[in-house]
């Protein structure tokens, strides 16, 4: 696979679109692929951008016009970070970095923290429940993550267990034809630096030939590439409002 940060940068945002395409599946809101962009047809979940760009210079008023401007909360993910939405009512909300792990890279060495973690992939509603509730943390935003999720075959929702069977860690990966992409890594007790090692054995196993990518920023960028990642290229999340 080729390895330049531009071309890593295009594949790890086409793999994130994905993923944001199967959130948006599960909840019932339409999508589409365009030559510059994926686009959502109406709001996209909570936590979820309304649009992701697909390649450089993206055409900014091409883009918004395929957002959903009626309701608050437009969001726009700009991954090459290129892009100047201010004209159009929007601010930056946050700044971050697509990472990459070579495919067949040794996974790390384990963390301080919990060691004894059984790594699985969630297969049924009440484990997703559990993994839900595990994520939310008591916010009152667990129905986020639907039944749905767990038809894709793409979509690998992703736990580690104590010994008594509390989700204790978790992440989701989504398969692409040349690679997998990682989101939501967390670890309960110790952060991410206790998550990534376990996480990493596991996409190791199910994933022996594919080269792992996701984004971070400050903190979790940092422990990311203490496990082996490395930066491939700026995004910024656009707001509309606010």
């Known amino acids: 696979m080729t390895t330049s940060p531009q071309f890593l940068a295009r594949a790890a945002a086409r793999n994130n679109a994905e993923w944001c395409a199967a959130m948006c599946r599960a909840h019932g809101v339409a999508s589409e692929f365009g030559g510059e962009a994926w686009a959502a047809a109406g709001r996209a979940p909570l ?22 401007m009626g ?40 963390a301080p923290g919990p060691t004894d973690l059984a790594w699985d992939v969630v297969r049924d509603p009440d484990a ?28 690998f929702v992703i736990a580690g267990r ?25 670890g309960r007790e110790g952060g991410p630096d206790t998550a990534w090692p376990g996480l990493l054995h596991l996409l190791g196993r199910l994933f022996p030939a594919l080269p792992v990518v996701g984004y971070e920023s400050g903190d979790d960028l940092r422990t990311a590439l203490r496990h082996g990642f490395e930066p491939a290229g700026p995004l910024r999340v656009w707001l509309h409002g606010g």
Not at 47 to 61: H, K, N, S
């Open 71 to 110: 309701s608050p909360g437009a969001s726009v993910k700009d991954s090459f970070a290129d892009l100047d939405l201010t004209g159009a009512g929007f601010r930056v909300l946050f700044e971050a970095r697509w990472i990459h792990r070579p495919a067949g890279a040794a996974a790390p060495a384990r």
């Open 162 to 186: 104590s010994g008594d069977g509390r989700v204790v860690t978790r992440a989701v990966a989504t398969r692409g034809a040349h690679l997998v992409g990682v989101s939501n890594v967390f």
């Open 47 to 68: 936590y979820y951008p309304d649009a992701v760009t697909l390649e450089p210079g993206a055409d900014p008023d091409a883009l918004v016009a395929r957002v959903d």
């Open 128 to 155: 997703l429940r559990a993994w839900a509730l595990a994520w939310d943390g008591g916010a009152g935003n667990a129905g986020l993550w639907r039944d749905g999720l767990l038809a894709g075959p793409e979509t």
